[in-house]
Nanobody
Framework: QVQLVESGGGLVQPGDSLRLSCTAS????????MGWFRQAPGKEREFVAV????????DYVDSVKGRFTVSRNNAKNSVYLQMNSLKPEDTAVYYC?????????????????WGQGTQVTVSS
């Protein structure tokens, strides 16, 4: 069993930065691939980024490449999403999720555990 708790969301202006954190409880955090998803009102949950178990592999949706960076600290059972140059279209609830393997990671249904989400609002 893995429990995930996100934090770090908030209201920011376009061009600002935020760093989301996701802390896991339970065993074997270092063996899980970790994904970030987001869901805007009226839209489906969207893949944002993923990082493999040792942090050596990452992937991003095209719309955030060059702006967002995913990282992890297995000693702290945590994964992070650094978001720079935020845009209004980044507004959504952001979720972290855990998956056993670093494959088929684009689909939300392939993840085993989810956090409760943290709201990110980008508005002037």
């Amino acid at each position: 069993q893995v429990q995930l708790v996100e934090s770090g969301g908030g209201l920011v202006q376009p061009g600002d930065s935020l760093r989301l954190s996701c802390t896991a409880s339970g065993r074997s955090f270092s063996s899980w691939a970790m994904g970030w998803f987001r869901q805007a009102p009226g839209k489906e949950r969207e893949f944002v980024a993923v990082i493999n178990s040792n942090g050596g592999g990452t992937d991003y949706v095209d719309s955030v490449k060059g702006r967002f960076t995913v990282s992890r600290n297995n000693a702290k059972n945590s994964v992070y999403l650094q978001m720079n140059s935020l845009k209004p279209e980044d507004t959504a609830v952001y979720y972290c999720a855990a998956r056993r393997f670093y494959d088929n990671y684009l689909r939300a249904s392939n993840y085993n555990y989810w956090g409760q989400g943290t709201q990110v609002t980008v508005s002037s």
